[in-house]
């Protein structure tokens, strides 16, 4: 399949939208960074990984065969993000008194969920770190044959100065080596390593550390920015067309990526390098540590002290939506509840457009109705195809709903435009509000389900008023009005 539509994708490696051009013409190899699962993911995490969903939804949409490869680390990334203390999973195992690996599976486990909720595609392939350890320890012993790594004391660092003498160490970044250096502390004599801007591409495991494997080292485990190099190049080749992540990962772990691959590969990584800006909370970073983060559950609940509301899944994403991937998101009542509105009124459109039919079109494809909607089906492309960008794509759509409300209620005839612009309309209308956006519409068959729950219950509270329980059937008539159900006790 030839794909004619042109793309373009702003680089984060030379800050400019650059036309997308594939390594093979028609195929994308794309990795994204995926959750360190020691932990729940909260909604800032939840925003990026939707972002690479809708990115990788519409490459699909254009016809691009997409491998899309997300990984898990389970190992390797050391509390503060930084070369020296305890794993992040080590440490919830020891609180939690679990397993490392029942830690992993517990919270990749609530990832899946929350993904499924949210209507994200699982990847194509789904690495984790712990799986690829032997692979990790041949590249750093290819890293040290290059002269680029050393290995002190059971660790092995890379040597970052090296590097930059060769080549240039900050470009993905912006930052220069020299400023680099001015802001980092003096090794305090403690360290092993050579200079302060140096990492670890393998850590000896003191005693206590229970995460820990053979190596030619000694024991110890793998750092923390060598697994994405490794499983990306593993899966897509040693250069691959996408990469992605939160910004906050710009540096030094996406840096620190380049740096290993050249060392290791002796090419550039990665040809597009795309990262996605913060979810916020007035205006700070939503993350664990600030302790200013939601829980998907909270949020679809409603149960936390600063929301008016419980807000569905596909609120939620369709607020996300509304911003670029690209631009700071502050999460506020007000702009979900203008999300919820926003989303009724797609579906509403949606449904509308079910009971429609495009035989019963008469007029002429050259009408100013038929142009209206030719311009704004074209919109949709054209905005996702500049960077991806959905507020400009939803805009469309919003006119596209307008257009079918307005043949619902005979403002525009059937005599207004033609069959063939109708098809048009209605298969841009459901393919980027379903495939594109990944707008999950509740069925019916959902709302049948719940009907029947219903009445089993309302069967069940009879029996036990028949058999004077009140308590119990008290019960259930209170949590089913928690669950916004009224029930009223009249004859019948
Ligand atoms: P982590 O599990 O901490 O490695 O994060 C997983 C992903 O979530 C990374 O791509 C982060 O950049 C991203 N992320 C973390 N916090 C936020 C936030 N507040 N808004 C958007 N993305 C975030
Ligand atoms: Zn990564």
Redesign the pocket.
């Known amino acids: 399949m030839t794909i004619t539509r042109e793309l373009k994708i702003k680089n984060t490696l030379s800050g400019e939208k650059e036309i997308f051009k594939p390594i093979t013409e028609g195929k994308i190899g794309m990795y994204?960074?995926?959750?360190?699962v020691y932990s729940y993911?909260?909604m800032?995490?939840v925003?990026?990984?939707t972002s690479f969903d809708v990115i990788y939804r519409y490459l699909c949409y254009l016809g691009y065969k997409v491998r899309y490869v997300r990984n898990i680390?389970d190992v390797g990334?050391l509390v503060g993000d930084v070369d020296e203390g305890e794993d992040k999973i080590a440490q919830k195992a020891r609180l939690e008194q679990l397993e490392p690996m029942e830690v992993v599976q517990k919270y990749t486990n609530d990832f899946h969920d929350v993904m499924l909720t949210m209507n994200n595609i699982p990847p194509s392939i789904e690495p984790t770190a712990t799986g690829h350890i032997l692979e990790q320890i041949e590249w750093v012993q290819q890293i040290i044959k290059e002269g680029l790594a050393y290995e002190v004391n059971g660790s092995v660092y890379f040597d970052v100065l090296k590097y930059n003498s060769e080549h240039p160490y900050g470009e993905l970044s912006g930052r220069k080596i020299e400023d680099l250096l001015s802001n980092t502390r003096e090794l305090d004599g403690q360290s092993d390593k050579r200079n302060p801007l140096d990492f670890a591409i393998w850590k000896k495991a003191e005693p206590q550390h229970i995460m820990r494997w053979n190596s030619p080292w000694g024991e110890g485990f793998p750092g923390w920015h060598l697994e994405c190099s490794v499983m990306s190049t593993k899966y897509l080749g040693e250069t691959f067309d996408i990469h992605g992540?939160?910004?906050?990962?710009k540096f030094p772990h996406h840096e620190c990526e380049i740096a290993q691959a050249v060392a290791c590969c002796g090419t550039k990584p990665v040809n597009y390098w795309m990262h996605?800006?913060?979810?916020?909370m007035n205006g700070v970073?939503?993350?664990k540590s600030a302790g200013n983060s939601f829980l998907p559950n909270e949020l679809f609940a409603g149960d936390h002290e600063l929301l008016e509301q419980p807000y569905s899944p596909m609120t939620v994403r369709f607020f996300f939506l509304m911003s670029h991937y690209s631009s700071q998101v502050d999460f506020s009542n007000e702009a979900l509840q203008a999300a919820e509105k926003g989303l009724k009124k797609m579906t509403t459109a949606y449904e509308l457009l079910q009971n429609m039919n495009a035989e019963s079109f008469t007029g002429s494809g050259d009408s100013e109705t038929a142009k209206r909607i030719q311009n704004s089906c074209e919109m949709c492309h054209v905005k996702m195809c500049d960077d991806f960008n959905t507020p400009e794509m939803v805009a469309a759509m919003f006119d596209l709903c307008s257009v079918i409300n307005s043949i619902e209620n005979k403002q525009i005839k059937i005599t207004d435009l033609d069959a063939g612009t109708f098809e048009l309309l209605n298969n841009t209308f459901s393919g980027f509000l379903l495939d594109v956006m990944g707008i999950k519409i509740e069925s019916d068959a959902n709302d049948e389900g719940n009907e029947e729950a219903v009445n089993i219950l309302m069967e069940v509270r009879g029996l036990l008023r028949a058999e004077k329980n009140y308590a119990l059937s008290d019960l259930i008539r209170d949590k089913m009005a928690e669950a916004g159900i009224e029930v009223k006790d009249g004859k019948g």
């Open positions: 994204v960074c995926g959750p360190t993911v909260h800032g995490n925003r990026t990984f680390t990334h992540g939160g910004m906050d990962l996605t800006n913060m979810l916020t970073k939503m993350s």
